[in-house]
């Protein structure tokens, strides 16, 4: 009897026990979801707050009461709902911030959708200042500043960037400009700028716009590139504004003055602990085939000479050095003992004083290049040969040196190529079309009057002789000229067609003509592109560089590179 007792006191012992472990289990698990909902809730929410993204512009209307037009439009992938608006009065910064709820009908937008969310709701301001704030119902907030009584449809920030600059060095000027009003602007550009002083601008860029069409809330930037030359310490400020006709009434809308600062450092402030920059350096830049071919016909080498100073420099000689890789090939891009051929104006001391040295010296009577002028040295080689491997280098690197009164320098930004069967491509300019002649080319303008009229003749040509080589059709003849010459108008060209001439940021334009049939060196001719360009309008003496490069093929797949630098003085004395 007393062991059954136990056994049914034991069961319900285990029977409470067992409830209570239940119970505790189930709020738990109901504890541990109610969690992980109230987690997956946060998630959500920070994942849509995350993906909200909208534009805010806002503008008043001073032809309707300065009424208020608060431009929302939806940039993200879900629906947007604004709850409130709050405006803040900087005018009157005593006056209390003030909220509006937002009609229903105007606060919901769709993805990819904008509209006025005043529209049902008309607000009319007091002139002044205003912060305006928007809040969605997940809490995004946007803020934009609005100026009743003031332009307000097209707003516009300029920005000089960098805003020190050392002296001749360049500046950008960039205008932003944004349609803050609810309709659409057309022909958005800027006004003049006006730089003060304005004789700080050595140069300056035609305008670049990306967009000139504003629907509301969209954005364009204009810029502009000026080269600047001022005593140290100046500052240099630049003002402008944009403008834009609105498309429904075509009235023109412009935005408020912008100002920007440029300040000038003296070339010798230390943007490093290291200045390194030497003024009294003779610059070089060179004219050279690509490919140079593997024949007994010659190519035309070159280098032009730059004397950056106020008195007369002295060349006693100059090297031009061809690297090949491996060092061991046994390549010879000039043969020791080569024949060379000079083209005036240079005089008769060409040699190779050792394989792969192309040199001119004159120690006696050494080559004299005047103030602020250019020398030429000018000479046609026959290629070298192959070493035993018969592997063709791809590219092998040119170095120039040059030994002067100030000194010895040197250039080693170039590359060309050898092959055992090539044409040999060059592109110089010329005094006749089409030759190839030595007494015809040359490659430079010296003396070229401020704001004169120029005619180029540049060539491309095959100078090797025979025709089993040859420059393929659909090669281009590439003309760049340097900033500050006006755009070339092409007159005339003898073998190609004419591309659409393109104009940069920085003033300079290019010509590219590509080739319309296969151009090889039979009866000794090349193929001319003929343009005019007037020079820049200066009242010193400055030299500009126009680089002719050619890109395209030999015998169908040899790629080609052939480059001259042409060096162009243009002097008012």
């Known amino acids: 009897m007393r062991r059954g007792i136990s056994t049914v006191i034991g069961s319900v012992f285990f029977l409470v026990l067992m409830t209570a472990g239940l119970s505790v289990s189930y709020l738990v698990i109901e504890t541990q979801s109610d969690m992980i909902q109230a987690q997956q809730t946060i998630a959500d929410s920070e994942i849509k707050k995350i993906q909200e993204k909208y534009f805010l512009s806002v503008s008043s209307d001073s032809t309707d009461s300065n009424r208020l ?51 049902n709701n008309p607000m009319y301001m007091s002139p002044g200042i205003y912060d305006i704030k928007t809040i969605s119902t997940i809490g995004t907030i946007k803020t934009t500043e609005v100026n009743v009584g003031g332009a307000n449809h097209i707003k516009a920030k300029l920005i000089m960037n960098p805003p020190d600059v050392r002296l ?76 834009g006709i609105d498309e429904p009434t075509k009235v023109t809308m412009q935005s408020s003055t912008e100002k920007g600062m440029v300040f000038m450092r003296d070339n010798s402030e230390p943007g490093s602990i290291v200045s390194s920059d030497l003024f009294a350096r003779p610059e070089m830049y060179v004219i050279m ?29 100059l090297v031009i050095s061809a690297q090949t890789s491996p060092a061991n090939s046994n390549d010879e891009i000039f043969n020791s003992g080569c024949s060379a ?28 290049i005047g103030p602020k002028s250019v020398g030429t040295f000018l000479v046609k080689v026959d290629p070298g040969n192959i070493g035993g491997s018969g592997i063709e280098p791809e590219t092998i690197i040119v170095q120039t040196n040059v030994f002067t009164t100030l000194g010895q320098f040197g250039k080693a930004a170039y590359g060309t190529s050898i ?17 190839t002649a030595n007494t015809n080319i040359f490659a430079n303008m010296t003396n070229v009057p401020p704001g004169s009229i120029q005619t180029f003749n540049v060539v491309l040509a095959d100078l090797e002789a025979a025709t089993g080589n040859r420059i393929s059709a659909g090669s281009r003849l590439i003309i760049n000229m340097p900033s500050g010459w006006t755009t070339p108008v092409v007159t005339g060209n003898t073998g190609f067609t004419i591309q659409p001439t393109q104009t940069f940021p920085d003033g300079s334009s290019q010509i590219v003509g590509i080739l319309n049939a296969d151009l090889t060196g039979a009866g000794g001719t090349g ?17 500009y560089v126009m680089y002719v490069l050619a890109d395209g093929y030999v015998n169908g797949n040899i790629v080609m590179g052939p480059l001259a630098e042409v060096v162009l003085r243009v002097s008012a004395t």
Request: glycine content about 4%; overall charge neutral.
């Open 168 to 243: 001749g060095e360049n500046a950008t000027a960039i205008l932003f400009v944004t349609n803050t009003g609810p309709t659409k602007l057309l022909n958005v550009t800027a006004g003049p700028i006006i730089i003060s002083p304005s004789s700080a601008v050595l140069a300056s860029s035609p305008i670049v716009q990306m967009k000139s069409d504003l629907a509301p809330a969209e954005s364009a930037v204009l810029s502009w590139k000026y080269r600047l030359l001022s005593p140290a310490g100046t500052n240099v400020t630049f003002s402008t504004y944009a403008t």
């Open 69 to 119: 037009a608060v431009y929302v439009k939806n940039q993200g992938t879900n629906p947007l709902h604004i709850e409130s608006l709050w405006i803040v009065n900087k005018t009157q910064p005593t006056q209390p911030a003030q909220k509006f709820d937002v009609d229903y009908t105007d606060s919901v937008l769709a993805p990819g959708y904008g509209t006025d969310i005043l529209q």
């Open 289 to 317: 085939p690509n490919t140079f071919g593997d024949t007994n016909d010659k190519g035309l080498w070159g280098v032009n000479v730059i004397n950056p100073t106020s008195q007369p420099i002295y060349v006693s000689k």
């Open 419 to 435: 092959r055992t069967s090539s044409s040999i491509p060059n592109v110089y300019l010329s005094k006749v079309v089409d030759s």
């Open 341 to 368: 051929q000079t083209i005036y104006p240079s005089v008769n001391n060409w040699s190779c004083p050792t394989s792969n040295q192309l040199m001119w010296k004159n120690t006696v009577t050494p080559q004299l």
């Open 527 to 543: 193929k001319t592109i003929t343009f005019t360009s007037i020079a820049p309008p200066i009242s010193d003496t400055r030299m």
